[in-house]
């Protein structure tokens, strides 16, 4: 899993009131986590949102630890991940 990569094109601009990406920099080197080693990470690293404009491409590591932020406004933010092995 170390080596795949995964990628998520954005319907819609993602910004930072509609939920953008949210990342934990450097994560993916350390391998897979468990739940304490994950929470661990949270509490010492500063998440980094990831805003993209509409038709950009964000490429990552599957092992780097993301999630969706939550969205302030309403509205869209569409996007499509896809992953390679």
């Known amino acids: 899993m170390s080596a795949s990569s995964s990628w998520r094109i ?3 601009d993602s910004t930072s009131d509609n939920g953008p990406l949210r990342v ?6 350390v391998g897979k986590l468990d739940a304490d080693q994950i929470a661990n990470w949270k509490e010492r690293v500063a998440a980094v949102d990831c805003p993209v404009d509409r038709g950009g491409v964000l490429a990552f590591r599957p092992l780097l ?21």
């Open 10 to 12: 954005h319907l819609d």
């Open 24 to 29: 934990l920099p450097g994560s993916h080197v």
């Open 65 to 85: 630890l993301h999630a969706s932020s939550s969205a302030v406004v309403r509205g869209t933010g569409a996007s499509f991940t896809s992953s390679s092995p």
